[in-house]
């Protein structure tokens, strides 16, 4: 398995039992169509392994997060969710084989290997540069390039006395192919956003307008 793989979450009945072999014995995905996503980049710590994800397609009590082929496969579980980012990490099953390097088409010839992240609030000899070429590829739509329009910057206030106030960093990316509100689902949330070199600068976070342009997505940065 690779970046851009469906994935969706279950009703509680119809969970796996817990072992890193279980199926599910049915996805149920008529009744869950609005809780597929794109699934992100692997990032190993400490042995185990993580892949990120869109955090609203897998509300509280459906942290099972499964991949809706044919046999449901469970592919893993959500274990931590990133606050006001809309991004969460899912732990893989031991059972689950996942690579970085993105599937190839007939657009996407050599396919990138994600090694490394970039950010929009990277140092300043790494940031992206306005109307720099990105690309991104999901399972709905496949191959798309765009450029880079700027960075967003949203305020979380504290309720705690004291406590700083926080930033969540965005970025804003015109595609070209985006062209309607049919063409951009919300399955495609989570989708990998990388740049020439095959650096990682962003992940899908919702489909709107920026600035009176058409065509606009922001992304939660990567870094």
Known sequence: M????QLCSVHSRAAPSGSSSSRAPQLLAASYAGQFTT??????????RFVNCASHGFSPGKEDVFHPN????????????????DMALIELQPDIQYTNQMFQNSINNHPPTFTSIRGANADDGDRLRRYETLYMDTPYIGTVEGVYLGMRL????SDQPGHPVRWVTS???????LGTATTVTDGMSGSVIWDSEGCVVSFL????????????????ASV
Do not use: Y
């Open 2 to 5: 690779s970046p851009g793989i």
């Open 39 to 48: 699934s992100g980049v692997l990032v190993e710590k400490d042995g185990q």
């Open 70 to 85: 044919a046999d449901g496969v469970h592919f893993g579980r959500v274990v931590r969710r990133l606050e006001n980012t």
């Open 154 to 157: 949203d305020v979380i206030p």
């Open 171 to 177: 970025s804003w990316m015109w595609f070209e192919d």
């Open 205 to 220: 976070r919702l489909h709107g307008q920026a600035a009176g342009g058409r065509n606009c997505i922001l992304g939660t």
